[in-house]
Each structure stands twice: as C-alpha cells, then as structure tokens.
Nanobody, 114 residues
Framework: QVQLVESGGGLVQPGGSLRLSCAASGIIFNVYAMGWYRQTPGKQRELVARIQSGGSTNYADFVKGRFTISRDNAKNTWYLQMNSLKPEDTAVYYC????????WGQGTQVTVSS
C-alpha cells in the first residue's frame, strides 16, 4: 500500500507564498504522474498542477505563472510552490500519484486572508 503525507499548508496573506510537500512511502514504481488538486465546499475537486514521468508539466489556467510543481525522485517527494496567492486560492489541497493505481494524500488546508 502506498501512503502519501502532506505538509506545508496554513494561513498566508494575499500576495504571499507557501510551499506544499507530499512524501510518499511504500513501494513506488512505474509512476505515471504526480499532482496536486484542490477542493472547496460545494465544488468538485479540480486539478491544480501535474508532473508526468518524463518531466512534462500541466497547470490549471488559474495558477499558471504563479504556481510551480517540482519533484525529488530520490526522496519520493513532490512539491507545489505557490506564489502571489489570492483569497480565491483558499481550499484544501490534495497530493496525488498515479502508478499502477491512484493514491491520495489526506489534504492540507490553505487559507489566503488578511
């Protein structure tokens, strides 16, 4: 079984920055993609950013130019660097990995408010 543990969420002022981390444990192989999603009450979970096995990245339009996804394969860890944060970015953020199956982290709250 693969387990994902997230960290880095919290309260930040508009225009500020946060870096989320996701550390995977268990047997990790045949990775297709690692990603970040977010969800607010009453909304579907939506893709924020994804990095594929070959290194290609995809970003939602609402974060393009502000957020960056990266990974450290040796540590089975990936990150979401969030800059120029807006109140609309407030959500629970979930990390995700797709290999032979799909696994999710527990979620971490990000609140952007003054």
């Amino acid at each position: 079984q693969v387990q994902l543990v997230e960290s880095g969420g919290g309260l930040v002022q508009p225009g500020g920055s946060l870096r989320l981390s996701c550390a995977a444990s268990g047997i990790i192989f045949n990775v297709y993609a690692m990603g970040w999603y977010r969800q607010t009450p009453g909304k579907q979970r939506e893709l924020v950013a994804r990095i594929q096995s070959g290194g290609s990245t995809n970003y939602a339009d609402f974060v393009k130019g502000r957020f960056t996804i990266s990974r450290d394969n040796a540590k089975n860890t990936w990150y979401l660097q969030m800059n120029s944060l807006k109140p609309e970015d407030t959500a629970v953020y979930y990390c995700n990995v797709r290999l032979y199956g799909e696994y999710w982290g527990q979620g971490t709250q990000v609140t952007v408010s003054s």
